[in-house]
């Protein structure tokens, strides 16, 4: 049977790259974000392997109807990719602003710990996959870097629990790139990682055999 995959994040950059990625490669995809518009747009590309779900994710009763629609219409989940994060504007911590670090937290932090409990009774039902994007800033120290701390809770998060995962057959991956050429950043940056590199990056860590759990893939800009 097709297995099914969950993206949230997925209007746009390395969410949007991943479903189609994850459905050229035979999954079916449920795509959440709060860009309706967008998210219809990439559904119509798709085809019928994929299903738009607006959902505000730091929205827990939203995630969890987003959850329980893709599960009545694949009959299952298999895998989920915890992609959606922002940045702040002002860096540092003297000079930063406790309102964006509130807002980044609810999502970079937060909402990560609510897709996991959302969709973790179904993801053991499967002996399924749990996906979540980090970050180059989760591995190193940045000079009053508030979202590379955010980036380090979601690589600890992913270690303790693939410990977690591996009692019922599951596992979960942490992706850390370095610079992505995305709407993350105001200019573009080409000669960067491209969101196609992180979606390859997933479909390599889901389609590894029962009994290898690759725990971290970490990439960096070729240049």
């Not at 994929?50 to 987003?66: F, M, P, Q, V």
């Not at 002002?90 to 909402?111: H, I, M, Y």
Request: hydrophobic share 45%; net charge negative; proline share 3%.
């Amino acid at each position: 049977m097709t297995r099914t995959l969950l993206i949230t994040g997925a209007s746009t950059g390395i969410g949007a790259a991943s479903a189609r990625a994850a459905a050229k490669a035979g999954w079916n995809v449920a795509l959440l974000a709060r860009s309706g518009d967008k998210l219809d747009k990439l559904a119509g590309e798709i085809g019928d392997a994929a299903l738009a779900l607006t959902c505000d994710i730091t929205d827990r009763s939203a995630l969890d109807d987003a959850v329980e629609q893709t599960v009545a219409r694949f009959r299952g989940l298999d895998a989920v990719f915890a992609n959606a994060g922002m940045g702040v504007a002002k860096a540092g911590v003297e000079s930063g602003d406790p309102e964006q670090w509130r807002k980044l937290v609810d999502l970079n932090v937060l909402a990560v710990l609510n897709t996991a409990h959302a969709t973790l009774p179904h993801l053991r039902k499967t002996e399924g996959h749990f996906v979540v994007t980090g970050s180059k800033a989760g591995r190193d120290h940045l000079k009053g870097s508030v979202y590379g701390a955010t980036k380090w809770f979601v690589h600890g998060l992913a270690g303790n629990l693939a410990e977690e995962m591996r009692e019922w057959g599951g596992r979960c991956t942490v992706i850390s790139p370095g610079m992505v050429d995305t709407a993350f950043f105001d200019e573009p940056k080409p000669e960067k990682l491209q969101p196609e590199d992180i979606a390859d990056a997933l479909v390599f860590a889901l389609s590894q055999r029962k009994t290898s759990a690759v725990r971290e893939i970490h990439l960096m800009p070729n240049d």
